[in-house]
């Protein structure tokens, strides 16, 4: 995992640099977004879901994941009750701590970082958890902190998420899978291969889209306390969670990690649109998704 988080690394340098000579543009973001969730992503989650062996103690990882959210939304609150930040910092606080990246992020990380992970259980994670908790309680939280001043949440967006390709991918490929079919045509499987390689890559450079230091130091010390919790705390609560359900192996290492991840894009979308402060959550996504590649290895060294 060092090497791809160093590569990655690297990529969302590159997208930065790209932006700074005027190749590509903050506009050119919403693009990339749509390749990588409409034509790279599905590829790799349904091979992963043909090739994996699917046993039903994969199950307890979304159990695990809905935990570590609650555990991670209680303490960002009481965080914010202690440090007495208005609604909408702490709105911003509890979605930025509580909500991972683990789809953009995490997902094609661990198919890039080799043996020790379970690839089926990092896409239960985001597929069966934090797709449904970024539709449900970030749109609550964003929408009961932010100006709207009540809990709101459009089930029209939900049942949406459940329409994406990548959640029609996962069910076809749990199917196949069940079906008994465990090696597909090379005609198929290789353009499959090819389009879900780019998934690293598209993310990446889209982080780098994002990065820009500018305004940081007026929320250091929000930024920096989102981020030591995001990437440090989220950990620790993964492990305690994933052992005291029982999780075992490739699947607790995959928990671990997930926790760990940057702070949600998703979570800069929704809570900015409701009122939420946007330099701070913007901040937050930048630090932690470049911090990440430095933490997430030193995680793994320890998990293993």
């Known amino acids: ?13 590159a997208g930065a640099l790209a932006r700074r000579v005027g190749l590509l543009s903050r506009d050119d973001g919403p693009a990339l977004v749509r390749i990588v969730v409409y034509l790279a992503l599905p590829p790799l989650i349904f091979l992963i879901l043909v090739r994996a062996e699917l046993h039903t103690a994969l199950l307890l990882v ?59 259980a990092a896409v239960m994670y985001d597929a069966l958890a934090t ?12 929408s009961a902190f932010g100006v709207e001043g009540h809990a709101r949440v459009s089930w029209r967006d939900v049942v949406r998420l459940l329409w994406l390709p990548p959640n029609i991918a996962l069910a076809a490929g749990i199917a196949v899978n ?11 499987e290789r353009p499959l291969e090819l389009a879900s390689a780019a998934v690293l890559p598209l993310v990446m450079i889209y982080a780098g889209l994002l990065v820009d230091f500018r305004g940081l130091g007026a929320i250091w010390r ?24 029982g999780i075992e192996g490739d699947a607790l290492n995959t928990v671990v990690i997930m926790a760990g991840m940057p702070v949600a894009m ?9 009122g939420l402060p946007s330099d701070m959550l913007a901040g937050a996504v930048v630090v932690t ?14 998990v293993l």
């Open 178 to 188: 069940l079906m008994g079919v465990s090696e597909l045509p090379a005609a198929i």
């Open 62 to 120: 979304p159990v695990a994941a809905y935990l570590i959210h609650g555990i991670l939304v209680a303490f960002a609150y009481g965080s914010a009750r202690v440090a007495r930040l208005d609604r909408p910092r702490t709105g911003a606080l509890i979605v930025a701590i509580a909500v991972g990246n683990t789809g953009f992020f995490g997902i094609p990380l661990i198919v890039a970082s080799g043996d020790g992970f379970s690839l089926p």
């Open 222 to 245: 929000e930024v920096g306390y989102i981020t030591v919790a995001r990437l440090g705390l989220a950990a620790l609560v993964g492990l305690a969670v994933a052992v005291a359900l």
């Open 1 to 13: 995992m060092t090497a791809t988080a160093f590569g990655a690394l690297l990529i969302i340098l």
């Open 131 to 142: 797709g449904v908790i970024t539709w449900t309680s970030t749109v609550i939280i964003s």
């Open 266 to 274: 998703m979570s800069l979308v929704i809570g900015s649109s409701r």
């Open 289 to 302: 998704t470049l911090l990440a590649t430095i933490t997430l290895p030193i995680i793994r060294s320890l």
